[in-house]
């Protein structure tokens, strides 16, 4: 397996075990403080139901009242027990619950969880026992515990795919780079070889010592691409004045076979990042051949070769940034990438354009 | 000797393998492109192809389904498993990753050719006469004895006639790659077959490195 592939599957474990640890301490916090809430509203209730039946015992010891009243409780799913000193008055009590004073509890029975008060106060004359029905927190909670875990399951996809965009997409110019980089490390492996071992004319080994240079070169060439790459997508550029008739004519020495025209204008631009970006548009234009004529305009560089034609769909992956074919290109395909990244820097955009008649024109655009 | 195509768009390659082939005998093809393989397949009598599997204008397995006549070895810088498993499975004879050594190119091309029975049974070396078919050597027109060893090095020497072979290759050649002994003892095998053989001419000592058998 790739090594961005164990990655990802690391880091999303990770974040399933960290998110559903997290969901499960919320979830279950939220149901105490629910139960805590509902044992409250209990002892208020009970305190009531004391307060009233003790009146009403007080007015009246034989009235039909707490008869009444607590079989209208029980239909709210509040159990009562009454009794006054030894003898019973009333009982609507579901089962047995243990009795003893100024008890709170919990008590589970047939799969039902009921809360069960006993507190006998002196002031009143009965001794009242309460027990409440509380199925419907479980109802509840389970209710919240399917939203919690679709919730979760959502999100889980989401942030999985997401991650596996992101891994992936971080990781394609890692394994494109990687493939790139091997085939001149096979000639260059290869040939040495060759020199090695096989019994060569003074042609052969030129030719086989010329190649490892070349592609030596290339490796160079690649490497220092990536560099500037990862500098500039990550620091800062230093921006000057940038004298564009000094540029062209320092390009000039470069390229002994390239045509510029004076100009009086100036840019604003990182000088290092701007010449390799033309460095890179001159040699690319000087390899199809034809004379290559740069000139300014407002706001703009122009390259421009007339004996060069770039057919529309290379245009377009060009223009737009995208990989273009390999059998299009003569080099690695890092340099348009890093031109346009260049611009981007800069704020700027490249376009390039090409006909038959015209030949083929790059504008940077400031 | 054998006719092999080379079918591989990185010219440094494709120029690399045709110049080691050439070195022991064969006689190669270079082509960039599925098409010009194509044109060179229908009009020459091959052997052997040797596929990339990225090319500019197709792909190697979707050519090699039309080249059925020849064996194949595909020369490849994808080493993941898919690919392999399809190479073999769709009637490659074998393949080979990038980067690779020569030596190991040039003994699966050997392979190749054996199995297919292109591959040439008799080596003559000066008035040495190597019959790989029949593992007997003659001298002129006398039959001379070697060791298992001594055969074996002769065999590897001949097959990968005019490039070097390491004494560590050679070891492992003769007396397999469970043996852990000197590589002085190639050099002992080696004296005594320019010996029996008269090759001293032949049979050079590679500097530091090996031997050469060269024609």
């Known amino acids: 397996m790739q090594l961005w592939k ?45 307060y009233t039946f003790s009146n009403i015992y007080a007015d009246d010891p034989s009235s039909r009242l707490i008869d009444y ?83 979760d399951f959502l999100l889980s996809l989401f942030v999985g795919i997401m991650l596996y965009i992101t891994m992936k997409q971080i990781n394609k110019p890692v394994s494109n780079i990687s493939h790139e980089l091997r085939t001149p490390l096979t000639n260059i492996q290869g040939y040495a070889q060759y020199l090695m071992t096989v019994k060569t004319s003074e042609e052969e080994r030129f030719f086989a010592s010329e190649y490892i240079l070349k592609e030596a070169r290339n490796m160079q060439e690649m490497i220092d691409k990536l560099l500037i790459m ?56 000087e390899r199809s051949g034809g004379e290559v004529i740069l000139h300014a305009s407002e706001s703009s560089i122009i390259l421009e070769n007339r004996d060069d034609y ?51 024109k790059v504008s940077i655009l400031f | 000797m054998a006719n092999i195509l080379i079918v591989e768009d990185e010219k440094g390659i494709n120029e690399l393998i045709s110049r080691t082939l050439k070195t022991t005998g064969h006689n190669s093809f270079q082509v960039y492109t599925g098409m010009e393989a194509l044109a060179v397949y229908n009009s020459q009598n091959l052997d052997l192809v040797l596929l990339d599997i990225n090319l500019p204008d197709t792909n190697g397995f979707m050519l090699a389904e039309r ?18 498993i399809k190479g073999l499975t769709g009637g490659a004879e ?29 080596i003559n070396i000066a008035d040495v006469q190597i019959n790989i078919g029949k593992r007997v050597v003659t001298k002129g027109k006398r039959e001379i004895n070697l060791t298992s060893q001594e055969y074996e090095l002769l065999k590897s020497l001949a097959i990968n006639r005019n490039i070097a072979l390491s004494r560590e290759k050679l070891l492992d050649i003769a007396w397999g790659m469970d043996y ?20 001293e001419n032949h049979i050079k000592t590679v500097f530091k490195y090996g031997y050469r058998l060269e024609i």
């Open chain 1, 69 to 151: 009243l607590s079989s209208q409780y029980s239909k709210d799913q509040i159990y009562l027990k009454i009794y006054d000193g030894n003898s019973r008055i009333k009982s609507t009590l579901l089962f047995d619950m243990i009795q003893e004073n100024n008890k709170i509890s919990i008590e589970k029975m047939a799969g039902s969880k009921y809360i069960c008060i006993t507190n006998y106060s002196r002031n009143s004359p009965l001794q009242i026992s309460f027990m409440k029905d509380l199925s419907f927190l479980n109802q509840k909670q389970q209710d919240r515990l399917l939203s919690t875990l679709s919730v």
């Open chain 2, 67 to 84: 080249l059925k006549s020849t064996p194949v070895i595909y020369v490849t810088a994808r080493d993941e498993i898919r690919d392999r």
């Open chain 1, 6 to 50: 164990k990655n990802y599957i690391l880091t999303f474990i990770m974040f399933l075990v960290i998110f559903n640890i997290g969901l499960f301490f919320i979830t279950t916090k939220f149901s105490e403080n629910e139960l805590q809430r509902e044992v409250e509203t209990a002892i208020t209730e009970y305190e009531s139901i004391v």
């Open chain 1, 230 to 285: 990862g500098n500039i997508r990550e620091g800062e550029i230093k921006k000057s004045k940038i004298f564009i008739q000094r540029l062209f004519e320092e390009l000039a020495e470069e390229y002994p076979n390239l045509q510029i025209q004076p100009t009086a204008r100036y840019i604003y631009g990182d000088k290092m990042l701007i010449k390799t970006l033309m460095r890179n548009l001159i040699s690319n234009s």
């Open chain 1, 310 to 360: 770039i057919d529309k769909d290379i245009l377009k992956a060009l223009n737009k940034n995208l990989a273009v074919k390999s059998e299009n290109i003569h080099g690695y395909g890092q340099g348009v990438h890093l031109c346009h990244e260049i611009m981007r820097r800069h704020k700027g955009t490249l376009m390039y354009e090409s006909g038959h008649k015209n030949g083929t």
């Open chain 2, 180 to 199: 852990y002994g000197d590589c002085r003892t190639v050099d002992v095998h080696i004296r005594r077959l320019r010996k029996k053989l008269e090759l």
């Open chain 2, 94 to 122: 074998d393949y080979i990753i990038k980067p690779f050594d020569m030596e190991e190119l040039l003994a699966r091309v050997e392979v190749v050719l054996r199995r297919s029975q292109k591959a040439a049974n008799l």
